[in-house]
T-cell receptor, first 112, second 115 residues
Framework: AQTVTQSQPEMSVQEAETVTLSCTYD???????LFWYKQPPSRQMILVIR??????QNATENRFSVNFQKAAKSFSLKISDSQLGDAAMYFC?????????FGAGTRLTVKP | DTAVSQTPKYLVTQMGNDKSIKCEQN?????MYWYKQDSKKFLKIMFS???????INETVPNRFSPKSPDKAHLNLHINSLELGDSAVYFC??????????????FGAGSRLTVL
């Protein structure tokens, strides 16, 4: 069974600073996808970034980037120049064959 | 136009009642899902349908029954509601692709409160 572990229940960052959220996963598959979703207080689930396991290059989306270490089964999210609007729950997710499983989430607080 | 819409957004009901949550997507996706998010924010997959066929059925009480009349709709019916059913239920959809996954598009969630 695939599992996703987010070891940081809560994180805090100063506005304009950089923060890294951790995620590890367990799988025996070689071809899969990884995601970070954001859930603000509105509770809407919003895709932040995705990574295909067969790609060695780390995905980036503006201020968001990942550090994908396939051998270590690690998939961390880096948020640069943090903004107040980044405050939310962040969920790491693993998916294979359209079966997506989520980690427990990390609550990110951004201090002005 | 809302891509994945769920109704109702809020539902308050008594223990023992039967209720339904409806979900519709206008994205032309093949696969639809129901997830449950509990009070601790854990997101757990419940069901997945691909072209009206059930493909994922996690360990969920028989009181929960999904129904997919067509690939654009996936409804969730819950019988004999219990206190522990209180949660936010998310519908989502994705386009079937190659091995791996495509992005899930989520609805806004339906908060169910059982009294």
């Amino acid at each position: 069974a695939q599992t996703v572990t987010q070891s940081q229940p809560e994180m805090s960052v100063q506005e304009a600073e950089t923060v890294t959220l951790s995620c590890t996963y367990d799988t025996s598959e070689s071809d899969y996808y990884l995601f970070w979703y954001k859930q603000p207080p509105s509770r809407q689930m919003i895709l932040v970034i995705r990574q295909e396991a067969y790609k060695q290059q780390n995905a980036t989306e503006n201020r968001f980037s990942v550090n994908f270490q396939k051998a270590a089964k690690s998939f961390s999210l880096k948020i640069s120049d943090s903004q107040l609007g980044d405050a939310a729950m962040y969920f790491c997710a693993y998916s294979v064959n359209n079966d997506m499983r989520f980690g427990a989430g990390t609550r990110l607080t951004v201090k002005p | 136009d809302t891509a994945v819409s769920q109704t109702p957004k809020y539902l308050v009901t008594q223990m023992g009642n039967d209720k339904s949550i409806k979900c519709e997507q206008n994205l032309g996706h093949d696969t639809m899902y129901w997830y449950k998010q509990d009070s601790k924010k854990f997101l757990k997959i419940m069901f997945s349908y691909n072209n009206k066929e059930l493909i994922i059925n996690e360990t969920v009480p028989n009181r929960f029954s999904p129904k997919s009349p067509d690939k654009a709709h996936l409804n969730l019916h819950i019988n004999s509601l219990e206190l522990g059913d209180s949660a936010v239920y998310f519908c989502a959809s994705s386009r079937q692709g190659t091995s791996g996954a495509n992005v899930l598009t989520f609805g806004a969630g339906s908060r169910l409160t059982v009294l």
